[in-house]
């Protein structure tokens, strides 16, 4: 429920707060204890843009990605910064989500800027 009675009830977030270090404390609520999870094969996370959480799209392979470029971007340089330093690796890997590994995708509700992370077993 909206309203936080289900987190209240089940004592329990529906939402792990990893990733929300920079938002408030009203926000944090709202994700962890208000808003429905997602499912992923790694811990789920929450991504934050403009000091504010960003909203959930779902799960995509890359066609879907690849309409948004700057999530396409976003994904890259977290990959980059992650250590995978071989351009052709990681063009191939981003190429073939939805065939194994996936990304999920965001859209930030302050500016409409698209992110996403690698999501794979």
Known sequence: MADGRA????EG???DSYGLD???EGTL????RRTPGFRAWQDPHWLVHCNDAA???GEVGYNEL???PDALDHLR???RMSGWHDASQLENFLTHLGQGASAMLFRCTVCGTHLAYADAS
Request: charged share 20%; proline share 0%.
């Open 13 to 15: 977030d529906f939402t």
């Open 7 to 10: 987190a209240d009830r089940f």
């Open 55 to 57: 909203a959930f799209i």
């Open 22 to 24: 920079s938002v408030s």
């Open 29 to 32: 609520e709202q994700v962890t």
């Open 66 to 68: 690849a309409a948004h």
């Open 77 to 79: 340089t977290d990959l």
